[in-house]
């Protein structure tokens, strides 16, 4: 089947642009937008939601004591709210995307740019979410864009100063979403490495879960730093597994979002863990949790495909096991997880050669190797 139009290069900014999703943050991104002198229409799925959006310049069911700016404007109709948009950008939660793509379909101008502003891979399939968008509603990849980096909702929305990566397999496009999506107290770079952008902001997800089970144990900030370190290593070598720019998990989509998500109890998936640490179930953990926690949903399809790739992940599957409950939060230590009893080398050139430090530099050799040979990197972050 062919392809819709490719995009169409955007001078000035849009007329019209559309969040959908008004949950924490696809009502945040509209205030972002609409503070950057965007025309922002919210799509709420309960027409309760729009109301008061619409009436008080509030939505205090995920944003309480919030402000939005008078020019954000809501409707419950997803024609009302996507016609005429010259950019799209979507916050649904990623397991529930695909199912609604048959309805917008027909509603997406030809020449709109559709951004992601979830953080997940689809069960079943695997699939990053800018994959599913462009399945299901059959658009150019160079019309889709990707947005990610340390964005807690509510900070932004305090309008606290915060920055944000666009990443689009076509500059021209992440740059003209960059545009839109800048104002006085939220910046955004640019790169071209979605995979890499996509998977940073799945994967910091579950290291944030780690995180939260040994905060709720009781366990201090030595265990916290030597996982997130850990982590950031899982993560680069998985993502360059991939095909992702090793660079890019050092930027903001990787390691920045790494740093909020693991710390700041705003962290919907720093709450998670915490909850399971101090001895929830997972059904409790769900039931309590008033808003979706992505990395839940992640782990076992990010399993399935670090084995695709043989990538060993002891962090994110020691996660899994406490969620299965064959795990007690208080025995998590994937910090300690090696490949070799004897002693580990910190860098790739410290001790022995072919003696242990593998474990946790593997993914970092990688990327040196990838530097070495010329490999490319990233722009803008």
Known sequence: MARRNKVKVIDAPPRKVTILGAGSWGTTFGKILADGGADVTLWAR????????????????????????????????????VNGAAMVFVSIPSQSLRSNLDALKPLVSDEAIVISLMKGVEKGTGLRMSQVLEQGLDIDRERLAVASGPNLALEIAKEQPTAAVIASDNLATAEAVAMVATNRYFRSFVNTDVVGTEFGGVLKNLIAVAIGIVDGVGYGENTKASIITRGLAE??????????????????????????????????????????????????VVGRMQQTAEGLASVAPILTLA????????????????????????????HLTTDSLEPQGERPNDGRQNRGGSALWRPFQRAFNQLRDGGRGSSGD
């Not at 962090?315 to 998590?332: C, E, K, M, Y």
């Open 46 to 81: 309960r027409p309760e939601l729009a109301r008061e959006i619409n009436e008080a310049k509030r939505n205090s069911d995920y944003l309480p004591g919030i402000n939005l700016p008078p020019s954000i404007r809501a409707t419950a109709s997803l024609e009302a709210a």
């Open 307 to 334: 084995a695709a790739r043989g990538v060993d992940m002891p962090i994110v599957q020691q996660v899994s096991q406490v969620l299965a409950g064959t795990l007690n939060p208080r025995d998590i230590a994937p």
């Open 235 to 284: 993560m680069t070598a998985f993502a360059m597994a991939y095909g992702a720019h090793p660079e890019t998990m050092a930027g903001l989509a990787g390691l920045g979002d790494l740093i909020a998500t693991s710390s700041s109890p705003l962290s919907r998936n720093n709450t998670a863990g915490r909850l399971l640490g101090q001895g929830y179930s997972f059904a409790d």
